[in-house]
């Protein structure tokens, strides 16, 4: 589910998946790997774009501007293999979600998206 949400994300963008990956992040994270990327080289959406509270941002890259080399931040799932002398970093995504990955947030954000490409952009606006 959670690659199918990376998926659903690069569909509602209109973007490609041979030159872009999908990296689900928090605000802070998505802040620090998109200054890394420079402008043009990303496009990021944003739970709260939905009115969800949801506390994630899937952040859309070009594969090519990643960073290369040791991630910003390191954890859980961000290496392949740890021997005494070396580290093998995870590709592109997994290099950029160090950590426990929210996976129900962004399952629950690909659905809204799912939702306002069906019901249009007013999907999860309040009512007042």
């Not at 030159?19 to 080289?41: D, N, W």
Request: proline share 8%; net charge neutral; hydrophobic share 45%.
């Amino acid at each position: 589910m959670f690659e199918h949400a990376r998926a659903i994300v690069l569909e509602y963008l209109g973007l490609d998946a041979r030159k872009y990956t999908v990296i689900f992040c928090s605000p802070h994270r998505a802040e620090i790997l998109t200054q890394l990327l420079g402008p043009g080289r990303f496009r990021v959406l944003s739970s709260e774009d939905f009115h969800l509270p949801l506390g994630i941002r899937a952040v859309a890259a070009e594969k090519r501007a990643l960073p290369s080399g040791v991630p910003f931040q390191t954890g859980g799932g961000t290496v392949k293999i740890v021997s005494p002398d070396s580290v093998l970093w995870a590709d592109a995504p997994d290099k950029f979600e160090a950590g426990t990955p929210m996976i129900i947030n962004a399952i629950a954000l690909a659905r809204a998206l799912q939702l306002v490409k069906s019901f249009g952009p007013g999907a999860f606006a309040p009512e007042y």
